[in-house]
């Protein structure tokens, strides 16, 4: 347990359906990650949070995803009109970006199937 | 474009042998690589990390070794015991800023009895 957690662990939706992932990081960490992974490949970056401040959102797959951390604390993922497409794992990481060190420590992951 | 890959999508060891996992990168401005082990059901987690003015870093079982000459990575486990088994991706990151964390496509380790 690296002390992120992830909130579901599993969903499954119909297409067309919004849903929302929650992460909740490592209490004094500034930076948040979100990565999507599926089936044999590595996570692929979408987004990160240091702070309030949404830093990159340039790799969100289509403007249907967007994310937020509100006051800087968990953030959540929202995917809308869902596709058959979008049936991954949604992995949160957070760090503490201390100098130019930024160890980045995962949750366990949302697996979201959409039927 | 520039990408991080594995030379191996599968490596199967016996118990005690030493593993060695490879990975290639193509981006020359990379400044920072990690290994990570992930798994079936968990996020990836932290192994061993090194800077690319290192060409050497020793962990408890794990060395990492860098090659920039030829944009080389390997992570080297000692002794490897069945826990050992799991993917493994490498992942470079340029510059510190989060959106150039760019991982690999992983490599499965498989230790037989």
């Known amino acids: 347990d690296t002390g992120v957690s992830q909130d579901p662990r599993h969903k499954i939706t119909k297409r067309g359906q919004n849903v929302t992932f929650r992460c909740d990081p490592i209490?004094?960490?500034?930076?948040l990650y979100w990565y999507r992974q599926t089936l044999g490949q590595g996570p692929e970056f979408l987004t990160y949070?240091?702070?309030?401040?949404?830093?990159?959102k340039s790799r969100l797959l289509s403007d249907r995803f967007s994310a937020e951390r509100p006051k800087g604390s968990f953030s959540t993922l929202e995917i809308q009109r869902t596709e058959q497409g979008d049936s991954a794992m949604y992995l949160c990481a957070s760090s503490l970006v201390s100098g130019s060190v930024d160890e980045q420590f995962f949750g366990p992951g949302t697996r979201l199937t959409v039927l | 474009g520039e990408s991080v890959g594995l030379h191996l999508p599968t490596l199967s060891v016996q118990e005690g042998d030493n593993s060695i996992i490879n990975c290639a990168y193509s981006n020359s401005a990379s400044d920072y690589f990690i290994w990570y082990k992930q798994e079936s059901g968990k996020g990836p987690q932290f192994i061993i990390d090194i800077r690319s003015n290192m060409d050497k870093r020793q962990g408890q079982r794990v060395t990492v070794l860098l090659n920039k000459t030829v944009k080389h990575l390997s992570l080297q486990i000692a002794a490897t015991q069945p826990g050992d088994s799991a993917v493994y991706f490498c992942?470079?990151?340029?510059?510190?800023?989060?959106?150039?964390?760019?991982f690999g496509p992983g490599t499965r380790l498989s230790v037989l009895p």
């Open positions: 949070f240091q702070n309030e401040a949404q830093l990159e």
């Open positions: 209490s004094e960490h500034n930076r």
């Open positions: 992942a470079e990151i340029r510059d510190n800023y989060g959106q150039n964390f760019v």
